[in-house]
Structure formats: structure tokens, C-alpha cells
């Protein structure tokens, strides 16, 4: 696996394991296990997937120490404001059953968002969070957003994927090392996507699935991706990736796909107001 250092001067591993829409109670804790077991070192979950404590028990029954595992989850928009967040960091731990998690993100940029990341500076202070970062902010929400921080985000966690390359967003970040970590970085499986021919010859030329051309065209641009899978033997593949390097035309091909439009747009109208009718918590 490997390994991305952050401008925080953490080390985050290339590929993480993402949980969103994996279910609660089963099925998070199923996938998680065969993760770690695969190699997967990074996992990627939310207060607002509910399945917080799938991941810990999963970690912890997995014999891979602590340590070894990198932990992302993120602060849901019912808990900002400071004095929330500050409340919705320790929901957290104690639902993931960690003493500290490695990244920790504000899920979404609407509300106060500058009070939760100024619990979030503090947290990383007081050992309870190592890195610290934002998720789902457009290059105007960014930069009307993190004008408020002391602190730079290590890292903006978007959608992204060969339709949707986020270059403006990743040129702005660059200025500061921020790095992108991509959702959806299959295109959430879209066959179109996966049968794009620049993508199916690469996967032909060195005998990869279409996925994994995706996940390294992502890797060698810089990009953490947290591909998500139920299958086993998807799950496994999608790490494979260590073993073959796109060319710079193979790159260009697909860098060339890119639409500039994804399945979300953060600044819609309405977009804000409906995800916060999402309570995690009474
Ligand atoms: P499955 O769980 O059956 O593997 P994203 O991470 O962009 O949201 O994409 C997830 C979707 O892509 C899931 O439906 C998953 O299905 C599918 N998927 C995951 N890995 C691959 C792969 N290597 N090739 C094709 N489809 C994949």
C-alpha cells in the first residue's frame, strides 16, 4: 500500500475502505473484517452512516493492531456549531471505541461551520484527532469557508472519478497541499464509466479490471480514493493496484474524459436544508 503524506505531515494510506450505504449491524462489520483482511489499512465511515461501531468492533476483532489502521469519520451537520461538535467528536470515539481517530472531517458545509472546526483544531490539540479536514466543499464554498479557519484542512473529501476530475478544486488545493479524497472514485460502479474504452484497453494491456485502472489512474494523480465493495473478490482487487503504472498517454486518455459535472453539486438550492433533516441523534 501506498502511503500519502498530508501537509499536516501525517501519512494516510492511498487507498481507504469506504462504508457508506454498507448497513449497520452486520454487514459494515462483515465488510470491514474482509477488508483488513485483504490489506486494507484505511477505513472511511461517518457518524451519519450509522455504522460507527461496526468499524470498531470489526477493527478491534480483526487482530490488525490500532495503530496499523487509519480511521477517518466525520462530524454530521446536527452537531455544528463548537459547542456540538465538541459533543459529536466524543460520540464518536465512544461509538467507534478508539481513543483517537486519524482524520476526522466536517461531513458537510452548511451551518457553523467555522464553530465545528474550531472544536475540530482543538480536538487535534488535545490528541483526540491527528488530522483534520472538510468534505463536499466546491471551490466557492472552500474559499468562503476556510478564509474563516487558523487551521488549512489536510484534506477536502469530494466526489470524484474520471467523468468528474475536479480540476478547478484540485488546483486550488494544491496552492496548499491540500489533499482530494475522492467518493464515488468508480463513478459508483456506472457501467458507462467502467466501459469507456481508454479505461477497458488499459485494463486489457495489464490484465486489471476496469476498476482498478480507475483507482490507479486516481492513485497517480495524487488523489486518496475509498472505493467502496460488498464483494469479496472486488474488495481484495481494489487494493491490487501496486503492481503497474498507467503511461502519460494512458493518463491523458483518461484525464480527457473529464465532464466537469458529477451526480451532486453542493450548492444547489435546497441541497443544505434537506441533508440537515438527517438527525443522527435525538
Ligand atoms: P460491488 O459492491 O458489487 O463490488 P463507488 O466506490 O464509486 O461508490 O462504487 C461502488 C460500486 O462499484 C459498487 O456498486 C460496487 O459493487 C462497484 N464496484 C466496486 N469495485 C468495483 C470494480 N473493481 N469493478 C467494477 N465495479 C466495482
Redesign the pocket.
Known sequence: MQNIKLNDGNSIPAIGF?V?LVEPNGPTYEAVKKALQAGYRHIDTAAAYFNEEDVGKAVRDSGVSREEVFITSKLWLQDYGYEAAKKGIDASLQKLGMDYMDLYLLHQPYGDVAGAWKALEEAKKEGKIKSIGVSNMTPRLWKEFTAQFDTVPAVNQVEC?PFFQQKELRKLLDEKGVRVE?????????KEL?ETPAIQSAAEKYGK????V??RFEVQEGII???????PA??A??IDIFDFELTDAEMDAIRALDTGKGTHDPEAPGVGENLATLKVHK
Do not use: D, E, M, V
Open positions: 469506504g457508506f472519478n475522492a467518493w464515488y472514485p468508480l463513478g459508483h460502479g456506472s467502467l479490471n476496469a476498476g482498478q480507475i483507482l480514493a475509498l472505493p467502496k465493495s460488498t464483494n472486488r474488495i482487487g481494489n
